[in-house]
């Protein structure tokens, strides 16, 4: 058995870039910075920065390029892949990228960074006409005023109103 899974929680370092394919095909590309801390020898906290070429496909890809922008913290989810090719110098070059295959938005709705709204985005079993998922935690407001839990026992304390979904 073979596994090639990548999640990356990170910030968008650009806003997606999305393009369409010959055959009609949405794809868009962007790039994550994720941080490393740790302490040295020396009791010193040191970082290191990753960047991570994010590649997404489909519906997916019209998603982020409509709701993702330059700081918005995301969670992504796919697999690695490594391109090659020939450059004009003759050398062989190559790149590593995340085929990305579910996006969660990390940031509140409307304030740019650092709040959880957990807007999660797949491109698994969705068809041209199906809307995304969407999850809201159980303390976030929804869109309009209305919170998500109802003071009244009638059963439906998680019940999503689809006027109530952003998109």
Same mark, same amino acid.
């Given at each position: 058995m073979d596994l090639n899974k990548a999640m990356i929680i990170g910030?968008?370092?650009r806003d997606p870039e999305v393009r369409t394919t010959p $055959? +009609?095909?949405s794809v868009a590309n962007f790039s994550v910075a994720t941080n490393? *801390?740790?302490m040295d020898q020396q +009791? $010193? /906290?040191q970082?290191? *920065?990753e960047f991570h070429d994010i590649v997404v496909w489909r519906k997916l890809a019209d998603i982020c390029g409509q709701y993702l922008k330059k700081g918005s913290k995301v969670y992504l989810e796919g697999r690695l892949q490594t391109r090659d090719w020939e450059g004009q110098d003759g050398v062989k070059r190559y790149r590593t990228e995340i085929i990305a295959d579910n996006m969660i938005m990390l940031d509140r709705a409307g304030s740019g960074q650092g709040q959880n709204s957990n807007q999660n985005f797949s491109r698994q079993n969705k068809t041209e006409n199906e809307v995304?998922? *969407?999850q809201v935690d159980e303390d976030t407001a929804l869109p309009g005023g209305n919170d $998500? /839990? @109802?003071d009244n026992n009638s059963g @439906?304390?998680?019940?999503? /109103?689809i006027e109530n979904i952003p998109f």
């Open positions: 910030r968008l370092t $055959q +009609g095909t490393f *801390v740790w +009791g $010193q /906290k970082e290191k *920065v995304p998922t *969407v $998500q /839990k @109802s @439906s304390d998680e019940e999503i /109103k």
